[in-house]
């Protein structure tokens, strides 16, 4: 393992709590909705407003999912987990407590591998997992809208989340988004959170603290719901830069929860840090011990999805991509799909690769697009890939091709190649002609050639293209040069 990068000649120690929300129709405890943007308190049952006599009643589908999970990470799924009172009073918290789980969550350790750095030069790193426990949202104070008071929006209490909680293995922010990103697309993949994190469906709250090398773990403090993860890495940073002034300075870091302010890109400290004995944990005494039978658990392992790291080495194994390829096709689950079915296609893997780690990355970043909504679709690059290989249009026209297809103009590769007039010239008598004359025109560039110099050959191969105004076959140019210059 290599050493971590010192910052101002601290060791940085980060460890990251996410909440996924589950993709279930309905929260955890009650049959209520868990739609997105419904009005204010329309989605509240009276299970979720704590009104007397209510008794929640666990939803197997949420179960369900965190044991895909757990598969996953490669965690132990608990057999038999409890669920726990968290007590502490907030306004949108309708109970005065949170139904969670804390000796014994559902998922029990795991591992998560993430890659740290780009292309070729990206190293791998294993984050180990403590655990992933279920647990109830609450609701959400509303403050814009109102002047001198606060709403209180119940719709999201009672939303099932799956917390999960990783050892603070981290050491820079630059790992902490790798692992965040890495997470994320785990639980989409799996279906078992949609990964809207504009609607908090996906929300990381991160514990950092500073060090000197090999130093104990120095005082940690916790950004709360960061949802973003520029966000994440801006509220890391200044977190990390504020505990070595304040340690420079004489001052001691006290324990505390803090937010993020992305206008500032300022962290301010909200309230001390509770440990677990000032929330009061105990079990839960309306809900039973949640008992996961073996068989369950095999149940949802033959519903899994291939996942990402089989797949990755699939097709470094079937389709001979490069390891880097053969990751970024297995970003996310519709990626890999729209590589998959293209592939077969075309019989070019890495022309597809290629394709989908270019031009369209570089379209759909540009455009805040997912593959989903790419308007060149698996069939249509399949088409336009063919095109290249049996040399009807060169790599250059099919960027030409490939903007007509994106923009619309088009849905058929050959129309477009055939209004824009980018066939290649095949014809060896034409490119004769246009190489005798080209060779007629430029003796010192072959003397130059014959005596050795490689951009001589590149010019004359220049002045073939522009001869043949860009539609030839640069293969066959330079086959058919390289015989007429013996």
């Not at 990964?195 to 500073?210: I, K, L, T």
Request: aromatic content about 6%.
């Amino acid at each position: 393992m290599s050493t971590p990068a010192l910052i101002r000649g601290y060791e940085v120690v980060i460890g990251l709590e996410t909440h996924a929300q589950l993709s279930t129709v309905s929260k955890i405890f009650s049959g209520a909705s868990t739609a997105f943007g419904a009005a204010p308190n329309t989605q509240a049952c009276p299970v979720d407003l704590a009104l007397p006599g209510t008794l929640p009643v666990m939803n197997r589908a949420a179960v369900d999912r965190a044991i895909r999970f757990g598969l996953a990470v490669g965690a132990k799924v608990a057999p038999l987990s409890i669920f726990a009172r968290k007590n502490y009073f907030y306004p949108d918290l309708p109970k005065g407590y949170q139904i969670s789980q804390y000796e014994i969550p559902v998922v029990q350790g795991g591992r998560l591998t993430i890659r740290v750095g780009e292309g070729d030069k990206a190293v791998e790193k294993t984050v180990q997992l403590t655990r992933a426990h279920l647990e109830e949202d609450a609701g959400k104070s509303l403050h814009e809208d109102y002047h001198g008071a606060t709403g209180i929006d119940l719709n999201r209490a009672g939303t099932p989340l799956l917390e999960i909680v990783s050892e603070p293995d981290m050491r820079s922010s630059v790992e902490a988004v790798a692992y965040a990103r890495a997470l994320h697309a785990l639980v989409v993949w799996l279906g078992i959170c949609d990964g809207n994190m504009q609607e908090g469906s996906f929300r990381c709250d991160a514990n950092v603290s500073v060090r000197r090398p090999g130093a104990p773990f120095g005082t940690r403090r916790e950004i709360k719901n960061l949802n973003s993860f520029r966000f994440l890495q801006q509220a890391i940073d200044y977190e990390i830069n504020w505990q070595i002034d304040q340690i420079e300075d004489g001052l001691a870091i006290e324990q505390a929860t803090v937010l993020f302010n992305p206008d500032s890109g300022e962290t301010r400290a909200m309230r001390s840090k509770e440990d677990a004995h000032d929330y009061r944990y105990f079990p839960d005494p309306d809900l039973p011990p949640l008992v996961i039978a073996a068989d369950w658990v095999e149940q949802v392992r033959a519903s899994m999805p291939e996942l990402p790291g089989a797949m990755a080495e699939r097709f470094q194994a079937t389709d001979g991509l490069p390891a880097y390829d053969a990751a970024m096709m297995t970003q996310s689950l519709a990626l890999a799909r729209y590589y998959e079915v293209a592939r077969e296609a075309s019989k070019a893997p890495k022309l597809v690769a290629n394709w989908l780690m270019g031009e369209i990355s570089k379209r759909l970043n540009a455009e805040a697009r997912d593959i989903a909504d790419a308007p060149v679709g698996p069939a249509l690059l399949a088409a336009l890939i063919t095109r290249i290989q049996d040399g009807t249009i060169s790599h250059n026209a099919a960027r030409q091709v490939f903007e007509a297809l994106w923009a619309g103009e088009s849905a058929d590769v050959d129309a477009v190649i055939e209004a824009k007039g980018l066939k290649q010239m095949n014809d060896t008598g034409a490119l004769e002609t246009i190489i005798d004359e080209v060779l007629a025109a430029n003796p010192k560039n072959i003397e130059e050639y014959k005596a050795g110099k490689d951009k001589a050959f590149n010019a004359l191969v220049g002045q073939v293209m522009k001869g043949s105004k860009g539609k030839a076959n640069p293969a066959q140019v330079n086959e058919l040069l390289k015989r007429k210059l013996g």
